[in-house]
């Protein structure tokens, strides 16, 4: 008979096991979660901590060093879950492996309870009970506390903390990082299906989850991160043979599909009863989830508040499945990250540094979100960013393909007319790029002065003009829209298109503008228009994603920048009244407002048939309508009245 000496027993009992945190700017509820770790009832030298920080500016990775047995630091290109978890579990060294956020906090007994379970036969996952810190703080902490609850038993999914067999995730090549929430149920689910076994979810506390001071919008943003998950997981679900969580997809629009059969019925048979059949539905569904909540809390406060979240979540879970069903069809946004959590302290928040890290010289500070130099709230920009070859090459794509060569055609022979120009005329194309404009120009038989501050835009621009074979009528030089080296009163016509949205101090840029044209001269603005519907919905896809780019508020309207390999991109919505009244205040009157483009969705989607559509929209609206208030691109035709000095 074999005797098993203490130390076997004690191995057996408490096997290594791999615990990876993951975290990015968590900041003092980082360190609460690995100090929990450290005091939990398991043998110190049995656990392999390892800290993976998602590209922190908060110092996380150097104040989780001493907690941490080793320290993982990533940058996806788009920072995820599933990014930060693969590069965790690919470099533990046991069998075992335990996943945290880096704001939970580990129960003291939850990794022998765990050990002992994941012995079951056909069990490669084990989870427990995941509960929100001082649930009753607010009406949405609840919520989410009830959200994190999964019934005991054996589960197909499991959430982010769960103790996983290492061999189940090699077999499945971990999580998908393709996916922007969902990303533990899809790998539950395809190991499942892989015949691998099943989750337990065990009724013992695991972890406690701080979420911070959540807002109700920031909950409604939580919801459409999940609709858009339910839908995605179980689109991928129903292709693989499946049918999981379909009937979770189809519960999310059921009561807003009855109201919708409601109303149709009430104005069909001319009565409200269908109506109220509706709301008698909803409150005995009420009634169904207060008795439901009343077993678990046992209190009737909290039962009726509880049962409301049913109610609540609806609508934005909705808009998560059409987002997704939008981004599948047009390829919009795919892959932004929908994010909705708040940090609770000031530590805690994105962009906060240690003031030993805060960098010394001049009074500049580093942006977390964007990477960029700030300068009293303002992104330092260089012109350094338009020498990108790149960056025109993908301007053209987008902008300039053959689908807006008549939109183009069209908007500059009108342009011409409104500067009174004909065939021998001569005109400042300032900001020509690579020349697609001026090129139309010269087209028409006018001598084209092709300006720009970039030398790669200029090149490409005489490439462009050697082409064509209209080198006679143009002169390229370069030159900075904000200090332009031409005598006063030198142009009859300038055209400026595209070019104000880019450029940091647009007062300036108009001074020399009107400064460089004769008296009674015209000049032709192309600019972003700040209230069109393309930048009303801009705004409101990325303030309900939480899609995160530096921006600021003006005079002239909001500027946001954009991270590029060369540096940060300017790109303004322009408040156009503002620039007329600006441009009247250095001697130009507005003689016309008229639209160009009416959306620029046709540069943002990839589908060819959607950018057809769009392409068609724009040269219809610019053709026949020309209502300029909602367009996206608005065309400004201006004329010099009073001289205009180099001081304005």
């Known amino acids: 008979m074999q005797t098993l000496d203490s130390s076997t027993v004690q191995a057996t009992e408490t096997p290594p096991i791999s615990i990876v945190v993951i975290g990015r700017n968590e900041g003092a509820r980082l360190l609460r979660c690995l100090n929990s770790i450290c005091e939990a009832d398991f043998p110190r030298h049995q656990l392999e901590v390892i800290y993976v920080d998602t590209a922190s500016t908060d110092g996380s990775a150097k104040r989780a060093e001493p907690l941490a047995d080793r320290v993982v630091q990533i940058r996806p290109a788009r920072p995820s ?68 609850c999964i019934p005991p038993g054996l589960q197909r999914v499991c959430g982010g903390d769960a103790m996983f067999q290492r061999i189940t995730l090699i077999d499945l090549g971990g999580y998908d990082e393709t996916l922007i929430a969902g990303e533990e149920p899809d790998l539950c689910l395809r190991a499942v299906r892989a015949h691998k076994g099943r989750v337990l979810s065990l009724d013992v506390p695991m972890t406690v989850h701080d979420i911070g001071e959540l807002t109700l919008r920031q909950y409604c943003r939580r919801c459409v991160r999940t609709g858009h998950a339910y839908a995605e997981v179980a689109l991928r679900e129903v292709t693989r043979g499946g049918h999981a969580w379909v009937r979770e997809n189809l519960r999310i629009p059921f009561p807003l599909m009855l109201l919708a059969a409601a109303l149709f019925a009430s ?80 530590l805690d928040r994105p962009g906060y540094k240690d ?31 338009f020498e990108s070859r790149k960056l025109y090459e993908t301007w053209n794509a987008q902008y300039y393909d053959s689908r807006q060569t008549q939109f183009y055609d069209e908007t500059l022979r009108r342009i011409v007319q409104g500067l009174g120009l004909s065939r021998g005329d001569e005109v400042l194309d300032i900001g020509c790029g690579p020349g697609a404009h001026a090129l139309r120009l010269a087209g028409m038989g006018l001598r084209v002065v092709a300006a720009d501050v970039s030398r790669t835009a200029l090149a490409l621009a005489e490439e462009a003009v050697k082409d064509a074979g209209l080198q006679e009528q143009f002169t390229v030089c370069q030159q900075d829209i904000t200090h332009l080296n031409f005598p006063d009163g030198r142009f009859q016509a300038v055209l400026c298109w595209g070019v104000l949205m880019h450029v940091s101090d647009i007062a300036r840029a108009v001074a020399e503008l009107s400064r460089v044209l004769q008296l009674g001269g015209r000049l032709a603005l192309g600019v972003n228009n700040g209230s069109s519907l393309d930048a009303l919905l801009v705004m409101a896809f990325r303030t309900s994603v939480r899609r995160r780019v530096e921006s600021h508020w003006e005079l002239f309207g909001r500027c946001r920048y954009y991270g590029t390999p060369s540096g940060p991109l300017l790109v303004r919505d322009i408040r156009v009244p503002h620039l007329i009244h600006h441009a009247s205040s250095v001697g130009l009157r507005c003689l016309e407002r008229r639209a160009g483009q009416l959306t620029e969705l046709h540069s943002r989607v990839r589908t060819p048939w959607l950018r057809d ?21 608005n065309i400004l035709i201006f004329e010099k009245y009073a001289a205009a000095g180099r001081n304005h």
Request: aromatic letters at 10%.
């Open 613 to 633: 559509i769009f392409a068609r929209v724009n040269t219809i609206w610019s053709r026949h309508i020309a209502w300029p208030s909602i367009a996206q691109n």
């Open 267 to 346: 104005l069909s048979l001319h009565t409200v009863w269908p109506l109220v059949a509706w709301i008698a539905i909803l409150l005995g569904q009420y009634c169904r989830f207060v008795i439901s909540e009343l077993r678990v809390v046992k209190s009737i406060k909290w039962s009726l508040l509880g049962a409301l979240r049913r109610f609540v979540c609806k609508p934005p879970q909705l808009a998560g499945q059409f987002l997704f069903l939008f981004r599948r069809l047009t390829g919009v946004g795919r892959g932004h990250i929908i994010e909705y959590d708040t940090c609770s302290s000031e």
């Open 81 to 148: 879950a599933a990014a930060a978890r693969n590069a965790g579990w690919q470099v533990a060294r046991h069998e075992l492996v335990q996943f945290l956020d880096g704001d939970t906090v580990l129960h003291r007994d939850w990794l022998r309870t765990a050990v002992r379970a994941i012995r079951i036969p056909h069990v490669f996952c084990v989870s427990g009970r995941r509960e929100e810190a001082d649930p009753q703080r607010s009406v949405v902490r609840y919520w989410v506390h009830r959200d994190w």
């Open 355 to 385: 003031p030993e890290e805060l960098p010394q010289g001049p009074p500049a500070a580093h942006d977390a979100r964007s990477g960029l130099e700030v300068h009293r709230g303002k992104v330092a920009v260089d012109n350094q960013v």
